[in-house]
């Protein structure tokens, strides 16, 4: 596990401490005093604030971190693209925070990608003030697994830490990433870009006071024991020596304790300074275990050494290759190793009492940079050579936190420096595949960019630098401005590194009724107005001859049914070449449905009836026709198709929906535009329109039956030909528009919603029309040459 570097003690207390002044804060940032702390000038965007002109108007992405109206105050701009959020897990050291804080500005700035941190506190390079918290874990695997596990790696529906991503994996994590690349909890770790390794360090004074001691060979050996037993003490902590060393427990200050600890964490502490001043300077001891005069064959010298649980091998090294040093620090087994926080106070402590300190630290730690240059510059000490047979047999994680001392030890294979280490991130497994599952304009560009986010040494390197000269100056508040201002200098870099092609986008609104599908609405419109003037025309003939034998034998009342249903379908034409908006989609919905059940039922229903009229009459039975029943029939079948659209219209209902499509076009960002329209479509599921068009198939079905069963019926009541016409027309309208609902959207791709749309409205208008003409015109054709009909010529019909 990787070590918890945290930043100079100072700089947590005055961090930490509430701002007096707006003097506190850094340029453009104001003190809080209700919060007394810095406000964040950068809450809207790193790059609008250091870049300005190129970037005035591009301000971050919205993320469900931001309060509701964070959008209307200017402070983020909306997922126009509904990009997934991505969640960091920004550990709890400085470098994977910077790291995860260039990644969201690259996301959130660049590519319209929402992203949050995933700490128990405040993280985000954009929190509305300038402190931030450390994650509580260095490696969440709980974290990665939620995300892993959630529906669409949606973090927001999780309870408890959740994350997408690990900023930064060290080598003592071997064994857990290769669980969990098997496990599938993440993909094959890849590198940060950054390299780094843990060393023996000592003061550069030290080193130059006895050089034996920056190598193994000075080190080694039941000779230099007493040496190293005299020159490194213990150090003591704030309460130890105002309880062993003060004579009156620090109430009267002294050269190395301005006062007693107030809190736990000031009583743990080894250094500490308030305000500048250094309350506690550190104290180092002789213990019994540096006394080689009592114990000449087991004395050693003090090496302050990571806890078990970090990436720390000293106890093995120390042992296997005979150097008589031992950490004393408060750790329990026995393995005496100090909390991460602890370890720099102690150098502090070292550096202000002018002690000799030997400490195991990371060779890329950033706290060494202030010491450069000084006496307390870190030398580091060189061990045997790291082997591949070496790594092999380190000493596992288990064993090194081991009370069984011979455990702690491990193998003297395993004795070695370490290696040169290629530190990695992590990913989760499946964000790949939900990220392109999605629809080509839909694609986040998330998971491209965080494959390609690497950050060198170097560059990490400079990022602190900066932060450390900004140190007094910023009074500490000075790490969003040092990442936020290597981000600027290198954004052209960054971009052409990790910002995948067609990449940022913008998005164009495509207007209804302007385009080049402009004519086809148009067209359709106007085919819309004609269907209907038609339906009205044959309403208005069929009520003028309703006393000619051919309409009589027809029945007024049916014909009426059927004008009403094309009415219907005439309208839904309308609506379909109209803008669609909540109400019209279900208006379209409820006018299609309703319109051909009102048209083909009573149909049915009539010739069903007068079928079974002539099948009794070839058998020389008198047969009453019920009209009212009749229309009892068509009413309820009517009843159960309103209840069916009534059910869809509150469990799913068609609304406005977005359809986008990844055009050619160029964007000034260099990316594409995609485009945008609207369409009509249940949110859930396809399964109501299928169903639907399923229901209108049977009725067409239904309908060629009755007309085949009435083809050897008297002439004068036989409508097989035009009803088989009408029918065959209906099929073949009802298969355009199958077609045109499976396929429309993967054939038309540029305004897919309206061009759609707009046939669809032809084809309902087409097909109202071809049936008209199929069914009415031959009636109006004969019915202008007859005279007045009386049913008494031909026999009675009883009409209850």
Known sequence: ARVVHLYFLASIAQAQMPCQDDSWCPA??????????????????????????????????????????????????PNLFAYPEIRILPQNWQEPTFFAWVLQIMLSEIANVPVTMETTGSASFYDQVMHWDYASKSYDYDALRA??????????????????????????????WREAEQEGLIEPAGNNGRTASYNWYIPKFVAEEDPSLVSFYGLRGENNRR?????????????????????????????????????????ASYFWEDSNSTTFSGFFRATPENDCETYPTNCTGHIVNYECTQSTFVVAQAHWLNISLKSSGPEANGTGGYPSNGIMQIWRAANATNSSVMVYFANTNPQQLPFQGTPFEFQRILLPAP????????????????????????????????????????????????????????????????????????????????????????????????????????????VSKMVPPSYPRDQQEQSFYIGPHSALLFVALAFGGIALLAVLVCFGLTWHWKQRQVIVYAQPE???????????????????????????????????????????VPLIVKVNAINYLFNQAMRNRRVTIDKKKL???????????????????????????????????VNDGGGSTV??????????????????????????????????????????????????????????????????????????????????????????????????????????????????????????????
């Open 28 to 77: 453009n940032s104001k003190c809080l005093g209700n919060e007394g702390l810095c406000s964040n000038p950068m809450e809207k965007g790193c790059l609008q604030t250091i870049l300005g002109e190129k970037y005035d108007t591009r301000t971050r992405t919205c993320s469900s971190d931001d309060d509701t109206g964070a959008e209307e105050l200017g402070l983020c701009r």
């Open 147 to 176: 995300a892993n596990d959630a529906p669409q790696n949606n973090c927001n529906v999780v309870e408890g830490p959740c994350a997408h991503v690990m900023s930064e994996v060290w080598s003592g994590q071997r064994q857990e």
């Open 227 to 267: 040496k190293l037993a005299q020159r490194f003490k213990r150090p003591v902590s704030w309460e130890q020596y105002c309880q062993e060393m003060s004579s009156d427990q620090c109430q009267t200050p002294d050269e190395t304790a301005l006062r007693p600890p107030q809190n736990a964490e000031e009583e």
């Open 387 to 494: 082997t591949a047979e070496c790594i092999a047999n380190r000493v596992s994680p288990e064993d090194r936190c081991s009370s069984d001392l011979s455990r702690q030890m491990g193998s003297p294979l395993g004795s070695c420096d370490t290696d040169l280490l290629s530190l990695k991130k992590y990913v989760i497994g499946s964000l790949r595949t939900n990220t392109f599952t999605q629809e080509e304009a839909s694609v986040s560009p998330a998971y491209d960019m965080i494959r390609a986010m690497e950050i060198s040494t170097l560059e990490m390197l400079s990022i602190m630098n900066r932060w450390q000269q900004d140190h007094d100056e910023e009074r500490h508040y000075g790490s969003r401005y040092a990442v936020c201002h290597w981000v600027a200098q290198n954004i052209d870099t960054l």
């Open 558 to 600: 049916f014909l009426y049914l059927v004008l009403m249903g094309l009415s219907l379908v005439a309208i839904s034409a309308i609506l379909h070449a109209t803008p669609p908006s909540n109400g019209t989609c279900i208006a379209r919905t409820w006018t299609k449905i309703l319109g051909y059940s009102m048209e083909l």
């Open 631 to 665: 229309y009892r029939t068509v009413a309820a079948v009517m009843v159960c198709v309103v209840v069916y659209v009534i059910l869809w219209t509150a469990i799913d209902p068609p609304t406005k929906q977005a359809k986008t499509v990844l055009t050619n076009a």
């Open 675 to 800: 485009q945008m329209s609207y369409s009509c479509a249940s949110s859930d599921s396809p399964f109501w329109s299928i169903a639907a068009m399923v229901y209108l198939m049977v009725l067409l079905l239904t309908a060629t039956v009755m007309a085949t069963q009435s083809r050897n019926v008297d002439a004068s009541f036989n409508e097989t030909k035009y009803l088989a016409a009408m029918i065959y027309s209906h099929f073949l309208f009802m298969l355009l528009r199958v077609l045109l609902f499976f396929f429309g959207d993967k054939v038309i791709k540029i305004n897919s919603g309206a061009v759609v749309a707009g046939v669809m409205s032809l084809f309902l208008s087409l097909d109202a029309m071809i049936c008209m003409g199929i069914y009415f015109y031959p009636k109006f054709r004969h019915a202008r040459n007859q005279s007045t009909y009386s049913m008494s010529a031909r026999g009675t019909i009883d009409r209850r």
